[in-house]
């Protein structure tokens, strides 16, 4: 069965460090892969899509990386401020539905 | 600023008794999607509308259902709230299947 994965520990850097969080799928080839930002109940913020053709997007100091052929997806955030605090989610397209499937996403805390 | 809106921001209801859920949008997307979210969990597709087509994700349950009388309004009824339905509730949209979605500051259901 379809499978998404992201670390379910938490992440705790130090500020000015660059975090690193993965996402890894099974049984699944998705079109296009996106990542979400999330605060305690609150919605979703979209950050980036990456497509399959595409290797590396960069948004600010956000880079997101899809590797097809390993089925994974690495979002960095470079020079992290504790205001980048949250839990980040994968998300990954299924077919033409728009229907996304959700990884439980990890949650990322920056130490000042 | 254009954005969706979900009403009630916190509802609580007794189990068995109905309740309706809104959402609404200033972004004239013509794609509508409910997820549901439990704690720590991936938010859940329930359905989507596609303009006025309707598409339930085949493990949705028949207890909940949806409605959809203009591009701007959508609403989420859950005819028997169970304990096992206390979630988030999010309402996102979408400028057609591909892309990203904005999704609102959620409903959170507490059933009593």
């Known amino acids: 069965s379809q499978k998404i994965e992201q670390n379910s520990e938490a992440l705790n850097i130090q500020e000015g460090k660059t975090a690193t969080l993965t996402c890894n799928y099974t049984n699944y080839s998705p079109a296009y892969l996106q990542w979400y930002r999330q605060d305690p109940g609150r919605g979703p913020v979209f950050l980036l899509l990456?497509?399959?053709?595409?290797k590396e997007k960069r948004k600010e100091r956000l880079k997101v990386t899809f590797d097809t052929t390993l089925k994974q997806s690495l979002f960095h955030i470079t020079a992290s401020q504790p205001a980048d605090s949250a839990t980040y989610l994968c998300a990954l397209s299924s077919g033409n539905t728009g229907k996304l499937i959700f990884g439980q996403g990890t949650t990322l805390q920056v130490k000042p | 600023d254009a954005m969706v809106i979900q009403n009630p921001r916190y509802q609580v209801t007794q189990f068995g008794k109905p309740v309706t859920l809104s959402c609404s949008q200033t972004l004239n997307h013509n794609v509508m999607y409910w997820y549901q979210q439990k704690s720590s969990q991936a938010p859940k597709l329930l359905f989507h509308y596609y303009d006025k087509d309707f598409n339930n994700e085949a493990d949705t349950p028949d207890n909940f259902q949806s409605r959809r009388p203009n591009t701007s309004f959508c609403f989420l009824d859950i005819r028997s709230p169970g304990l096992g339905d206390a979630a988030m509730y999010l309402c996102?949209?979408?400028?057609?299947?591909?892309?990203?979605?904005?999704f609102g500051p959620g409903t959170r259901l507490t059933v009593l």
């Open positions: 996102a949209t979408s400028r057609g299947l591909v892309g990203e979605q904005f």
């Open positions: 990456i497509r399959e053709n595409e």
